[in-house]
């Protein structure tokens, strides 16, 4: 059976971009697991969000993600993801997962838009205070860590690519 590719990392940190990019190079099925909640629920994240909470949305997120079959397609999922265990070790299995970490600065630069993007924080919580509670958690169930701090996604898709080398996908 071929490995699934989840893409793991913080808003703005190129997930979508670089799994799309990825699945074209691989010939692979891309999905977007933020689309998959929006199409679930017929909402959008910023809708659940404002109207679920943050437990609200972490409960949709985990039901979204434990009803959806990765196998063998590239997956970029949510920032929030990683507050799950379920759905990680749903996601993990029979799957590389790829850290995309950014750095402050280049996050910061890049999401502009944190009240209305279906960012899972709370209130007053800034770029810098999210990056330093979620990437432990990122660290923990990546297999391969890539930096993706410049905006040069093709080279990202290329370092994966490298790196996949040393696990067997196919």
């Not at 099925?29 to 689309?35: P, R």
Request: aromatic share 4%; hydrophobic share 40%; with cysteine.
């Amino acid at each position: 059976m071929m490995k699934s590719i989840v893409l793991i990392g913080m808003p703005g940190s190129g997930k979508s971009t670089v799994g799309v990019l990825l699945a074209k190079q691989l010939r692979r099925d891309f999905v977007d697991t933020d689309l998959v909640i929006q199409v679930a629920t017929g909402r959008g994240l910023q809708e659940i969000l404002d109207t679920e909470g943050i437990p609200g949305f972490l409960a949709v997120e985990e039901d979204s993600i434990l009803g959806f079959a990765p196998q063998g397609r590239i997956v970029a999922t949510g920032g929030s993801v990683v507050y799950s265990e379920a759905a990680m070790d749903h996601l993990s299995q029979n799957a590389v997962v790829v850290y995309l970490q950014c750095q402050l600065e280049s996050l910061e630069r890049r999401l502009r838009n944190l009240d209305s993007r279906g960012v899972v924080r709370r209130a007053g919580q800034s770029v810098r205070d999210l990056l330093a509670e979620r990437e432990p958690l990122y660290k923990r169930w990546a297999q391969i860590t890539i930096d993706n701090s410049h905006d040069d996604h093709n080279k990202v898709v290329n370092g994966i690519l490298r790196e996949l080398e040393s696990f067997p996908i196919a």
